[in-house]
C-alpha cells in the first residue's frame, strides 16, 4: 500500500467561537443575499478541505462529518481524482442540499 500524503496538517482544532468573524460576516452576507428559503445546517465556511478534514475562514480545521459517500471512500481533494477532474473539460458537481 502506498504512503498517503496530505496537503494540510491533519489536525483538528478550534482556535476561538465558532462562527469566528470571518464566518459572521459571511454568514451575514449570505443572510442580505440569499432567500431564506435556501437553508443551511451549520455557521461554518469551508475554505479548504482534505481528507476528512475541513478548514473555515476562520482557521478552525474540524472532521468533515457530513461528507458524502465518495469523500468518505477517496478523501477530499484526493491527488490522483483530483487530476482526473482537472482533464474533465467542463464537469463539476454542486451539492445542493447544504
Keep these: 500500500m502506498s504512503e498517503i500524503t496530505y ?3 491533519q489536525v483538528r482544532r478550534v482556535t476561538g467561537s465558532v462562527p469566528g468573524p470571518s464566518s459572521s460576516k459571511m454568514e451575514a452576507r449570505r443572510q442580505a443575499a440569499v432567500s431564506t428559503a435556501v437553508t443551511s445546517s451549520s455557521p461554518f465556511y ?3 478541505a ?4 475541513l478548514v473555515d475562514a476562520d482557521g478552525n480545521s474540524v472532521i ?3 461528507a458524502g459517500i ?4 477517496v478523501g477530499a481533494s484526493a ?4 487530476e482526473a477532474i482537472r482533464q474533465l473539460p467542463g464537469v463539476s458537481h454542486i451539492r445542493a442540499s447544504w
Excluded at 482534505?50 to 478534514?53: E, N, Q, V
Excluded at 465518495?70 to 471512500?73: D, F, L, Q, R, W
Design 7 to 9: 496537503r494540510l496538517p
Design 46 to 48: 469551508a475554505f479548504d
Design 50 to 53: 482534505d481528507d476528512g478534514l
Design 64 to 66: 468533515d462529518l457530513g
Design 70 to 73: 465518495a469523500v468518505t471512500t
Design 79 to 82: 491527488p490522483a481524482v483530483t
